[in-house]
C-alpha cells in the first residue's frame, strides 16, 4: 500500500518559519520526482516546489522563490519543505506528492500519489 504522510503544519506568524517532512513508503520512491502542492480555500491547488529524483534539479513557484527550500532526505522516500518569510498569503493545506517520472513536474496531473494534507496558517 503507497503512503505518503505530511507532518509538520501549524499556525505561526508572518515572518516566521515552518519545516514540512513528507515520509513516503510502499514503493521505491527513490526513482520518482517529487512535490509539494498547496490549496487554500476556493482557489485551485498549485504547485509550490518540485524535486527530481536525485535532487539534483528543483523547481520553485514564483511566489515563494527565495523564501522555501525544497529537499530529499538520504534514502529519497523522505521529502522537505523547508518555509521561511512565511506570508499569510501562503496559508493553505499543503500536500506532498509523488510523480510519474524521475524529473520534477509541475502539473497536479502529473503526480499519481497523494498525501492527505497539513494545513498551514500564518497569521498577520
Known amino acids: 500500500q503507497v503512503q505518503l504522510v505530511e507532518s509538520g503544519g501549524g499556525l505561526v506568524q508572518a515572518g516566521g518559519s515552518l519545516r514540512l517532512s513528507c515520509a513516503a513508503s510502499?514503493?521505491?520512491?527513490?526513482?520518482?520526482?517529487m512535490g509539494w502542492f498547496r490549496q487554500a480555500p476556493g482557489k485551485e491547488r498549485e504547485i509550490v516546489a518540485a524535486?527530481?529524483?536525485?535532487?539534483?534539479?528543483?523547481y520553485y513557484a514564483d511566489s515563494v522563490k527565495g523564501r522555501f527550500t525544497i529537499s530529499r532526505g538520504n534514502a529519497k522516500n523522505t521529502v522537505y519543505l523547508q518555509m521561511n518569510s512565511l506570508k499569510p498569503e501562503d496559508t493553505a493545506v499543503y500536500y506532498c506528492?509523488?510523480?510519474?517520472?524521475?524529473?520534477?513536474?509541475?502539473?497536479?496531473?502529473?503526480?499519481?500519489?497523494w498525501g492527505q494534507g497539513t494545513q498551514v496558517t500564518v497569521s498577520s
Open positions: 524535486i527530481s529524483w536525485g535532487g539534483g534539479s528543483t
Open positions: 506528492a509523488s510523480a510519474v517520472g524521475g524529473f520534477y513536474y509541475t502539473r497536479v496531473d502529473q503526480y499519481d500519489y
Open positions: 510502499g514503493r521505491t520512491f527513490s526513482g520518482y520526482g
